[in-house]
């Protein structure tokens, strides 16, 4: 049991429950215990955050967010607020979700995505963008690059099902207004499978780019790839 679950279950004065039968609550108790439940992980959260602002080692954040996540179980946590139906702004959703971006644990993060727009929770107010995900996309573009630019072939597997997987999420994603991160997802797809070799599924990402936003910067080599396609 995690600590914060310790401490709610000290709070409501639980027993095992191997020594009770439990009845089964009202509507009312199940209500509450959900606020109590979301107050304790909220104040647990507030304080990880707290303590994360006395380092200053970027590594060292790292493994306390690493640490944090299992420590009180916030994805556990996470997990019941969702298969209860749970509705209403969400400070800790939103920050387990961007610890898990930070810490490059893509396909949990990703699995978050959806929950978190159609919820449309609200991004923490030190974040410049109010968008989830161009917030994603912008620190998926980075990791992508990364690969790429330092030719980690061994990497490019797992990257790009990441890519798909958040392609097909916001298949249906309106970009009005955040036409560069939805130009920057589409792009650095069409980069990573040109690295693929991959000419045709790189020609449909860069096609989609530039239809997103004409700068996308992929301009150039679409119409390169373009005219391999026609010599095959």
């Known amino acids: 049991?995690?600590?914060?679950?310790?401490?709610?279950?000290?709070?409501?004065?639980?027993?095992?429950?191997?020594?009770?039968?439990?009845?089964?609550?009202?509507?009312?108790?199940?209500?509450?215990?959900?606020?109590?439940?979301?107050?304790?992980?909220?104040?647990?959260?507030?304080?990880?955050?707290?303590?994360?602002?006395t380092f200053t080692d970027i590594a060292d954040k790292a493994d306390y967010k690493s640490t944090a996540l299992e420590r009180n179980d916030y994805l556990g946590y996470i997990n019941q607020y969702r298969l209860s139906g749970g509705n209403h702004p969400n400070i800790v959703l939103s920050w387990v979700f961007i610890w898990l971006v930070d810490l490059k644990r893509w396909t949990q993060a990703i699995e978050l995505l959806p929950l978190l727009i159609e919820q449309q929770q609200p991004l923490p107010t030190r974040f410049n963008t109010k968008h989830w995900p161009t917030f994603l996309v912008d620190q998926l573009y980075d990791e992508v690059n990364w690969h790429l630019q330092n030719n980690k072939s061994d990497g490019y597997k797992d990257m790009a099902?990441?890519?798909?997987?958040?392609?097909?999420?916001?298949?249906?994603?309106?970009?009005?207004?955040?036409?560069?991160?939805?130009?920057?997802?589409?792009?650095?797809?069409?980069?990573?499978?040109?690295?693929?070799?991959?000419?045709?599924n790189a020609v449909l990402f860069g096609e989609q780019a530039q239809e997103i936003n004409k700068d996308a910067g992929v301009k150039t080599l679409v119409a390169k790839l373009q005219k391999k396609l026609q010599r095959q």
């Open 1 to 53: 049991m995690s600590l914060v679950k310790q401490a709610l279950a000290k709070s409501k004065g639980e027993v095992p429950k191997s020594a009770v039968d439990a009845q089964a609550p009202s509507k009312v108790k199940r209500s509450n215990e959900k606020q109590t439940e979301y107050a304790f992980f909220k104040a647990a959260i507030s304080s990880d955050l707290a303590q994360l602002k």
């Open 161 to 200: 099902f990441c890519l798909y997987q958040v392609i097909h999420l916001l298949r249906r994603q309106d970009w009005a207004g955040q036409e560069i991160a939805g130009g920057k997802l589409y792009a650095i797809a069409c980069k990573l499978e040109v690295a693929r070799d991959n000419t045709g």
